[in-house]
């Protein structure tokens, strides 16, 4: 290569409007809006608080996610953006709608690794995403992460009659932030052409969402839903107790009449009143886990559907579990336990009578119940998603079962006669550094097994074992098992 040559190339490198400043000055990398200015540390480099899209505020409350206002002067990318807004349901209330904000984690800015970006859970109602610092996927993984916030409750997922379109915000800026990543992956070190789309309990029913939404193809290569999938669904007390029955989707119909009654009970006739209303209006009705709208463009039919007809993105995908999912949800049901009750509630009388033969009370009634959800909310129709899935696409089944598992949060709600065993939620602090939830040295073995083979995946498409089989990991063993006998799933076929 002539010096002329060598020159001209260069000059074009530094007239690059993304990822050269970096170059000069570490920490600093320039995004297709501007530039912006992170952390550098020993191992690994963090921006946090990159606007995505506009703020969706005012008249751009429910309203696609719109171009954000591109800047000049490096921004402060330091710290986190702020919490979308939502109740105190999960201990982080919060009345800021300006919140599509994204944190990228990377190993170095150079090179072309994979990405992998995470849709963190909390049903569609709750949490952020910097509550999960992928400190150990970076750097044992090599791989660049991102973690978003996008819309919650009413705010991302409000179906409106006078809303064309609606119901799906919340999934759309999930959306822009994919299409984010596209533009700007390369800047930080990632591969755009490589990006795999993760996500656990509310992120990863948004998982399917994406795997199932035509608006979502072409944005990643590869999916991994944990504790929640398509067919996922629960009676009343279910998941959250004192909740009703639900599902994460909910119809077109049934979304617009639930917004004229919410709109009458908030004293409004249109959307130009709702519009005008304080967010507290809104974070101060609490329902539990918020559904996604389907019937419209985003979700053009129920995701079930979508994998039965093998209309959707065929993308080599992840798809488990937590051994003991419901015990969490157990836990929380106040004295006195009534058993029975709570079968009767969740499942009606006839089945009730049928679930209770089938998990007697024993020594302990919330054993008894946790395993009852595990099984027939949980396991059973993860395991369903992943034979529709297996039948298009290269499908993996996985299982946490780690039964000592840390209950860090949660450790009031747990105590030696009823453990949190491997609960639902519990495997998170094996991939992200969680406050409060540390590991012994061995659970650190069994997390990086799965921080390998997580990685592995999002780089080949193959995490390590069959396809079509289920992955256990525990401590006493890492392998195959038969999950539908496991969680009794011929039992649950049989009563509908």
């Known amino acids: ?41 020993a191992d690994r480099q963090v921006y946090q608080g990159i606007p995505y899209a506009a703020p969706p505020v005012g008249e751009l409350r429910w309203r696609s ?28 209330p919060s009345s ?6 994204l944190n990228v984690t990377t190993p170095s800015t150079h090179g072309r690794r994979p990405v992998m970006v995470y849709l963190h859970g909390g049903g569609n109602s709750y949490l952020s995403g910097d509550g999960f610092n992928p400190r150990r996927l970076v750097v044992q993984g090599d791989v660049v992460v991102v973690t978003i916030n996008y819309r919650l409750g009413f705010f991302g997922f409000f179906g409106h009659p006078d809303l064309p379109e609606s119901g799906a915000y919340g999934i759309e800026d999930q959306q822009a932030a994919l299409r984010w990543v596209q533009r700007n992956a390369a800047a930080f070190g990632g591969d755009p052409r490589n990006v795999t789309v993760f996500g656990e309990s509310g992120g990863a029913f948004d998982v399917c969402a994406h795997v199932t939404s035509p608006k979502s193809r072409g944005l990643f290569q590869k999916a991994i839903a944990q504790s929640g999938g398509c067919s996922t669904k629960w009676g009343a007390n279910g998941v959250i107790h004192d909740k009703p029955a639900g599902a994460p989707w909910i119809t ?37 886990a918020t559904p996604v709208v389907t019937g419209n463009s985003v979700l053009p039919v129920h995701p079930v559907d979508a994998l039965k007809s093998g209309r959707f993105n ?48 024993g020594e302990s009634a919330r054993l ?3 395993s009852v959800l595990t099984d027939g909310v949980w396991a059973c129709n993860q395991l369903s998603d992943d034979r529709l899935l297996s039948r298009y696409t290269p499908t993996y089944g996985y299982e946490f079962a780690d039964r000592t598992a840390p209950v860090g949060w949660f450790k009031d709600l747990f105590s030696e006669s009823f453990p949190g065993g491997a609960a639902h939620s519990f495997d998170l602090a094996y991939f992200f550094d969680i406050p409060m939830f540390d590991l012994n040295p061995a659970q650190q073995q069994l997390a990086s097994t799965m921080i390998r083979d997580w990685t592995t995946f999002a780089r080949t498409g193959k995490p390590g074992w069959a396809r079509g089989t289920v992955q256990e990991y525990s401590l006493e063993r890492v392998g195959p098992i038969n999950g539908l006998t496991r969680h009794n799933c011929s039992f649950w076929n049989s009563i509908g």
């Open 1 to 41: 290569m002539n010096k002329r040559l060598s020159l001209l190339i260069a000059a074009a490198l530094l007239a690059s409007p993304v990822g050269v400043a970096q170059a000069s000055e570490p920490g600093l990398v320039r995004t297709d809006a501007g530039p912006v200015r992170g952390t550098v540390l």
């Open 65 to 92: 996610p719109q171009p954000v206002a591109p800047w000049t002067t490096p921004r402060d990318a330091t710290r986190p953006g702020p919490v979308c807004a939502q109740s105190a349901g999960a201990g982080s």
């Open 96 to 101: 800021n709608e300006d919140c599509l904000y």
């Open 252 to 288: 077109k119909d049934a979304a617009a009449a639930d917004a004229v009654a919410i709109s009458a009970q908030l004293g409004c006739s249109d959307v130009a009143c709702l519009r005008a209303l304080p967010p507290t209006a809104f974070t101060a009705i609490d329902r539990g």
């Open 314 to 361: 065929r993308v080599p995908v992840i798809w488990g579990n937590t051994r003991d999912e419901g015990r969490l949800t157990s836990a929380t049901v106040p004295e006195p336990f009534d058993y029975q009750a709570l079968l009767v509630q969740g499942f009606g009388q006839e089945k009730a009578a049928k679930i209770a033969a089938e998990y007697p009370e």
């Open 368 to 370: 008894a119940y946790g």
